[in-house]
């Protein structure tokens, strides 16, 4: 008679699997129990980052907007408020706010962020007779794909815009800038009629005059010029005084900068200062 240990063998090799593949799984479990916190903290970080990014683009949007209006209104009054500006409630700033559904109901497209998130921004606007207005933005991103509807994330931009004017400089060096005897920078508003210097009438307060070196000890020599308007110096304020014997009536203004184009010398070939 012949006899066969297959049987019981293969139930105990079967047995031995079981327990191999249980202790695998309970391994590969407890591994993905451990990367789970991280694999959702990260996500939830990739989420934030992209509310953030988004929230950050739209207060970009506000400041382009207040920079408009200050160009497009100036100091109308009445036009800011027919564009759906409110002053503020001691009259020295403008604000406003826009929604993405409000933009997209008046433009007649859809501005709505993805993922089923809305957006909002703000701006404010300095009242300021000046020519640097502070602008003071905030974006505003809500809710999306499984993100509480309550989240909001919000940026804010605050920038000093300078409206452009080809006339803003009086005088501006370089590099050294020595002034004789008493001269006298003065400006007027065009606009208004007549100016007379000998009595002041008209006289403003905006001839910018000094220079673009980081080196004020030795460019600025003003003599005793007097200065209706700042002096602008390259220089880091220091704690020094560099008018001299000038008068100033604009205070200073540190760290100034100015891009000068280039200046292509004539081609004056061929020409004689003789007289034919």
Do not use: C
């Not at 008679?1 to 593949?21: C, D, E, Q």
Request: glycine share 10%; aromatic share 8%.
């Amino acid at each position: 008679m012949i006899h066969s240990n297959i049987g019981p063998k293969t139930r105990g090799t079967a047995g031995s699997v079981l327990l191999t593949s249980a202790i695998f799984s309970m391994v590969i479990l407890l591994g993905i129990a451990g990367i789970m916190p991280m694999l959702v903290s990260d996500w939830k970080q990739t989420s934030r980052t992209s509310l953030q990014e988004a929230a950050f683009t739209l207060a970009e949007s506000a400041v382009d907007e207040a920079i408009w209006a200050v160009l497009e209104f100036e100091d109308d009054e009445i036009a800011w408020r027919a564009a759906g500006w409110s002053e503020g409630s001691n009259g020295n700033y403008w604000y406003r706010e826009w929604t993405l559904t409000a933009l997209s109901q008046s433009a007649g497209i859809n501005l709505e962020l993805d993922e089923g998130r809305t957006g909002r921004y703000h701006a404010i606007v300095e009242k300021a007779d000046s020519s640097r207005i502070t602008i003071v933005a905030q974006g505003v991103v809500s809710g999306g794909r499984n993100v509480n509807s309550e989240t909001e994330i919000a940026r804010i931009i605050e920038t000093e815009f300078s409206k452009p004017n080809p006339a803003a400089y009086g005088l501006i060096a370089r590099d050294s800038l020595n002034l004789n005897g008493k001269p006298t920078f003065d400006s007027y508003d065009s606009r208004n009629f007549p100016y007379i210097y000998s009595s002041g009438v008209n006289s403003g307060s905006n001839a910018t005059v000094g220079s673009a070196s980081k080196n004020k000890n030795s460019t600025l020599d003003l003599g005793n010029s007097t200065i209706f308007g700042p002096l602008a110096t390259g220089a880091p304020n220091d704690g020094t005084d560099p008018t001299g014997g000038a008068t100033v009536s604009g205070g200073i203004i540190w760290d100034f900068e100015m891009d000068f184009p280039p200046v292509t010398v004539p081609d004056t070939s061929g020409w004689t200062n003789s007289v034919p």
